[in-house]
């Protein structure tokens, strides 16, 4: 799959560096994103954590028609991994740094002629996320009358691993050669790249098993700038 994705990036720099160009943009990106996680918990004590992060970068778009589009990027990303407890009000974890490389295809819809269009789109990627050098965590905290001692152990599957792309976007042209545009894109893996172990008791209690598994899934919505050049 990753010879495949960076097959992919090849042509495409192949495509719009000697294929006759209609236009081209490139682009700048901002998003606010917020990672998939699973959990298995029978003791009920772990829930959604909010590991919410910001990714960032540049792409490059180029028009091979009037409506047809190939997009590729260069984006990064410091994403959260850690786990929340019911009664704790923030995470318990760390950061980890990651780069994106998407390659992704779509059309431009008309909705106000040379103003606004919709854009949806899909593709294929490539992360490669660092590997943190925290290993195990323990710690206790007192929440609402409630005492809790964790230990946190996390396992890193890979450092790079493929991703499915599809997304959406809303084109703004609000100059000649300018567009703002709001999208929405989410990034879907396809192996576990992170798995969480923990091991908690309340008050004392017997030892609770639980496991928080990551795929390098995300949602991902921000607003771009883009300049065609």
């Known amino acids: 799959m990753k010879r495949?994705?960076?097959?992919c990036l090849v042509i495409c720099f192949w495509q719009m560096a000697f294929?006759?160009?209609k236009s081209s943009f490139l682009g700048v990106e901002v998003a606010y994103s917020a990672d998939i996680w699973k959990h298995?918990?029978?003791g009920g004590y772990i829930v959604k954590s909010p590991l919410n992060s910001a990714i960032w970068g540049l792409n490059f778009r180029h028009m091979f028609s009037k409506y047809f589009f190939v997009e590729i990027g260069l984006y990064a990303r410091q994403r959260k991994i850690?786990?929340?407890f019911s009664n704790n009000t923030s995470f318990i974890g760390h950061n980890s740094g990651a780069v994106i490389l998407p390659v992704r295809a779509g059309f431009t819809v008309p909705v106000i002629k040379q103003i606004i269009s919709i854009t949806p789109m899909a593709g294929l990627g490539l992360s490669m996320t660092s590997r943190d050098?925290?290993?195990r965590i323990d710690g206790a905290f007192d929440n609402e009358n409630v005492n809790i001692e964790y230990s946190i152990t996390p396992s890193y599957k890979g450092e790079?691993?493929?991703l499915v792309l599809a997304g959406l976007g809303i084109d703004?042209?609000?100059a000649k050669r300018a567009v703002i545009t709001l999208n929405s894109h989410f990034y879907s893996g396809l192996t576990k790249v992170v798995v969480q172990r923990a091991i908690y008791n309340v008050d004392g209690g017997p030892d609770q098993y639980a496991t928080?598994?990551?795929?390098?899934?995300?949602?991902a919505t921000g607003i771009g700038f883009r300049y065609k050049l």
């Open 4 to 7: 495949f994705i960076a097959f």
């Open 19 to 21: 294929a006759q160009a």
């Open 40 to 42: 298995e918990d029978p």
């Open 82 to 84: 850690g786990i929340a």
């Open 133 to 135: 050098p925290a290993g």
């Open 160 to 162: 790079s691993h493929a």
């Open 172 to 174: 703004f042209r609000v």
């Open 212 to 219: 928080s598994t990551n795929k390098g899934s995300f949602l």
